[in-house]
């Protein structure tokens, strides 16, 4: 039986992913405020790549998904427009005569229709394609009110003036107006992955581009949108601060030096002191399927790695080898390594590599806390497969269910099995950096169309909500249950796989099994883990300028694995400067009256808090 004094407050949620009411906290609230939702929370969630065809709308504003600009001429094909010469936040700067650029904003099928606020700087002209799908309601400098009566619409700059082009475009719903655009998240988003322990950020961060990625080529808050350059930091930052989860992100694999330090400085500044961060390198660079993992067994043969004749194992070495270097950096920009944990994933089928080359490879281990592996199950048949996708496509619903139930399921539970045996033996946790069904046609078996239909029968049946609990539990039942992020939050089915715990934002937990499994899991299931106690701090006064030394003890019962975390807030008449994020530290107060200073202290599961008043003469 879990523990009382690990309570797991997901009764609190109200469940509905289709909520789109403005947030009332604050733009950037305080995260040590938090509730604590997703306490001793086991699981964590991969969250969807953002783009114009994203089907959970993380964001109000719709253009933040925008698709960049496709440059149109008049009497040319489609998408054969000059040449758009873009300003440095994605803007075209001029446009030719007879030219115009097309940006589509909502071809998700389910794309919220209704009444929204169009705001732009700059002059020029915009409008709305095609006509059929929209209606113009009003427009003056700088906004247009505009009802999508139907989906796939998308925004056309006309004109725009050279020396005052059109930019900083933004779609948001009608009934908050400019409000919208001071809360990036839409409400029924946060409320939904709220309950989770760790948000992995792979998709978001574009992990598997193999382009060089510099910091000035980073997403950044003015670009057009996030599919230029990925989610920038600042946001991923404020969503893990508002819901107090753990961030887990993926270094691209061509991020230079300058990259990877910048990136952990921002973290380290911005994100709250009581979070972990998880850290790794691009993303399945085992997988044939990714373009990292030639570029790694390119580097190796470059450098002279052995064994030279055989390139897949000189770039899973390479892999461990960049891997500790780019921890490294981590290490130095946060002066440590307490709030990081280092991670190094390799396939969960294949654990011999892990066992035999990643992890021992320069003692790669050393410098390590986790291994990661994605135990999926399900099915990836291809026509000459045994059985092959045409003969499954035949099965009933019912067959592909107890196909994956007596033969997948237990697979997935012995790769679990592998893997833990390997991370004990080297002193590191077993994490799962993805998890879930995994049910997909491959080598020409995605085309098959009735084979795709039989499989997204599958994901949508009861059953699967089931199998999905018995996964859970397997994990569970290997060794306590670490952190598990599940792939992925929502998104569409298509023949590349059902890979949306939910189909669209419309959807509840109700609707989608997977979903509703997950979740309850969840709340049946938290960590058995007491949180941080807080000791040693009583009522005291203070001086204006003086520093006060304030000595908390902090003890943990060790059960996650996690070095303990702390951080401090206050609130009174004027901001207070603490020294460091410890459990002993200085506050210097600027001005005299009460305030309350509180402590949490986190193991990466739970966390503990702890106020004291302070009166300041």
């Known amino acids: 039986m879990p523990s009382p004094r690990t309570p797991f407050l997901l009764a ?12 009332t906290a604050p733009n950037a609230p305080n995260a040590l405020q938090m509730p604590l939702s997703n306490q001793n929370s086991r699981l964590g969630i991969n969250l969807t790549g953002a783009n114009d065809y994203n089907a959970e709308l ?11 600009w496709i440059s149109q001429m008049q009497g040319k ?12 936040n994605g803007f075209p700067k001029s446009l030719e005569a007879g030219a115009w650029a097309d940006s589509p904003f909502t071809t998700l099928e389910l794309a919220p229709l209704g009444k929204y606020t169009v705001l732009y700087d700059g002059e020029g002209e915009i409008d709305f394609w095609p006509p059929g799908n929209r209606v113009i309601n009003g427009q003056s400098a700088g906004q247009i009110f505009i009802e999508a009566t139907k989906t796939n619409l998308f925004l056309q700059i006309k004109k725009t003036n ?5 930019r900083n475009i933004r779609v948001l719903p009608e009934e908050f107006g400019a409000d919208a655009g001071k809360n990036l998240w839409r409400e029924g988003f946060l409320k939904m992955w709220r309950p989770m322990n760790t948000y992995r950020f792979m998709e978001w961060n574009h992990a598997n581009d193999t382009k060089p990625k ?8 003015s670009d057009m949108s996030v599919t230029r350059n990925g989610v920038p930091l600042e946001w991923m930052i404020d969503l893990c601060n508002r819901q107090g989860i753990n961030p887990w992100f993926n270094m691209p694999w061509g991020a230079d030096e300058n990259y990877i330090r910048q990136f952990a400085k921002m973290t380290r500044e911005k994100l709250d002191p009581t979070l972990h961060v998880y850290i790794e390198l691009s993303n399945e660079v085992w997988n044939s399927g990714f373009p990292q993992t030639r570029a790694a067994q390119e580097k190796a043969k470059e450098l002279g790695i052995p064994p030279l004749e055989r390139p897949w194992e000189g770039g899973a070495k390479f892999y461990a080898r960049r891997s500790v270097e780019m921890f490294k950096i981590w290490e130095q920009e946060f002066g440590g390594k307490e709030r990081l944990v280092r991670v190094l994933a390799w396939q969960a089928a294949n654990p011999w590599w892990s066992e035999n080359i990643v992890l021992p490879f320069e003692d790669a281990y050393k410098n390590a806390d986790a291994l990661a592996i994605a135990p999926y199950f399900g099915a990836m048949p291809y026509p000459k497969g045994n059985p092959s996708s045409d003969e499954m496509a035949t099965w009933s619903v019912e067959k592909i269910l107890d196909h994956t139930e007596q033969t997948s399921l237990p697979e997935a539970v012995k790769y679990m099995e592998q893997g833990k045996k390997i991370a004990d033996k080297f002193g590191l946790r077993l994490v799962c950096y993805e998890g879930g069904q995994h049910l997909v046609g491959t080598g020409g078996g995605e085309n098959n169309e009735e084979l795709t239909k039989k499989f997204h029968a599958v994901n949508r049946h009861p059953r699967m909500g089931e199998l999905y609990s018995k996964y859970l539990d397997g994990w569970n039942q290997i060794g306590g249950g670490d952190l598990m992020c599940l792939y992925n939050s929502v998104g569409t089915w298509s023949k590349w796989g059902s890979w949306g715990l939910a189909e669209n934002y419309l959807q509840t937990p109700n609707d989608a099994p997977k979903l509703r499994a997950t979740l309850d899991w969840l709340a049946k299931n938290p960590l058995e883990n007491a949180p941080p106690e807080i000791s040693g701090l009583q009522e005291v006064s203070a001086t204006t300028g003086q520093p006060l030394a304030l000595e908390a003890k902090i003890t943990d019962d060790g059960e996650t694995k996690m070095t303990t975390v702390v951080g401090w807030s206050a609130s009174g008449p004027a901001p207070v400067e603490f020294s460091a994020q ?6 210097t107060f600027s001005k005299a009256g009460v305030y309350t200073l509180q402590i949490r202290a986190s193991d990466g599961f739970a966390r503990g808090e702890k106020s004291v008043r302070v009166t300041v003469r």
Do not use: I, M, Y
């Not at 094909?77 to 440095?88: F, I, N, S, T, V």
């Not at 050279?162 to 059109?166: D, I, L």
């Not at 410890?582 to 506050?587: M, R």
């Open 12 to 23: 609190s949620l109200s469940f509905g992913l289709a909520s789109c009411q403005a947030q």
């Open 58 to 68: 993380p964001f109000h504003d719709l253009f933040k998904q925008a698709r960049p």
């Open 77 to 88: 094909p489609w998408g054969q427009g000059p040449k758009l010469e873009l300003d440095e």
């Open 162 to 166: 050279p020396q005052n082009p059109v």
């Open 214 to 221: 510099t910091w000035e080529t980073r997403g950044k808050t």
């Open 582 to 587: 410890t459990a002993q530290t200085k506050a």
